[in-house]
């Protein structure tokens, strides 16, 4: 909000310094031979204005602190968290996994713990993470990266299952 005003000062000072006969920007070697009252405030009317609408039109920063509960069809408050906490969090949720559990969910095959009631594209998409992985090849006996994407987009995804 503060931004706002102090950008709209800034804006109606500069408006009003340009339409000050005298202090407005000329091209060298051009003079200026008449003074015009009217000119001078319409320039300085029009640049205040346009300075006004200006600051009035710029967004104004929200807060996401409510969501539509879609049930009851009102509002709840969301309880916000520092990016501090948010990442504390997510960093010892990755202590808890093994290295290759890190890059596993990293390659979109998710937290293999939290398996139940999983749809079909999570499943073929756990799938294609283990596919691009050579020891889950390996251990699944899905040959090349391409032969064992090529079964996962096929349909059978219980083979890579079964390996992660």
Excluded: H
């Amino acid at each position: 909000m503060m931004r706002n005003s102090i950008l709209s000062s800034c804006l109606l000072l500069v408006g009003i310094c340009k339409s000050v006969n005298g202090l407005a920007y000329l091209p060298p070697r051009q003079i200026q031979t008449s003074y015009s009252p009217s000119l001078n405030s319409r320039r300085a009317f029009l640049s205040t204005t346009a300075a006004t609408l200006t600051s009035l039109a710029l967004p104004q920063i929200t807060n996401a602190r409510y969501i539509l509960n879609e049930e009851t069809g009102d509002y709840d408050e969301v309880a916000d968290e520092d990016w501090q906490t948010a990442w504390g969090k997510r960093l010892d949720k990755a202590k808890s996994m093994s290295t290759e559990e890190v890059f596993l969910a990293a390659q979109g095959a998710g937290n293999v713990n939290q398996k139940e009631n999983e749809s079909d594209v999570s499943k073929k998409r756990r799938a294609l993470a283990g596919c691009r992985n050579g020891g889950m090849r390996e251990k699944a006996g899905g040959g090349s990266e391409k032969e064992c994407a090529a079964r996962v987009l096929g349909g059978d995804i219980q083979f890579m299952l079964d390996a992660l």
